[in-house]
């Protein structure tokens, strides 16, 4: 059974940092495409990076230069470094994980975390 679980999260100023985790277990994570995606109230959830097998990574647009996703496969574990902090980016945090990168990029990822809250404030 796939299990995902993300840590991490939490609250800080403006310009602050955070690394979200999220240890995937029941599978090989080498073997799955995975990304974080976010959903703050409101609004749609929305996708913010995602990591292929071979490691090629993509962010949408805001995060570019801010985030960087990363995976350490020997660990079965999924990151994600947020510097630079807006208010904007206040949210619940979700990694998701799938062998069909398709799926995972319109975000029908089969699997799916709990959700971790990332709180910024101005």
């Known amino acids: 059974q796939v299990q995902l679980v993300e840590s991490g999260g939490g609250s800080v100023q403006a310009g602050g940092s955070l690394r979200l985790s999220c240890a995937a277990s029941?599978?090989?994570?080498?073997?799955?495409?995975m990304g974080w995606f976010r959903q703050a109230p409101g609004k749609e959830r929305e996708r913010v990076a995602i990591?292929?097998?071979?490691?090629?990574?993509t962010y949408k647009e805001s995060a570019k230069g801010r985030f960087t996703i990363s995976r350490d496969n020997a660990k079965n574990t999924l990151y994600l470094q947020m510097n630079s902090l807006k208010p904007e980016d206040t949210a619940m945090y979700y990694c998701?994980?799938?062998?069909?990168?398709?799926?995972?990029?319109?975000?029908?990822?089969?699997?799916w975390g709990q959700g971790t809250q990332v709180t910024v404030s101005s």
């Open positions: 998701a994980a799938d062998t069909n990168f398709y799926r995972l990029w319109v975000g029908s990822a089969l699997n």
């Open positions: 029941g599978y090989t994570s080498s073997t799955y495409c």
């Open positions: 990591i292929d097998r071979a490691g090629t990574t």
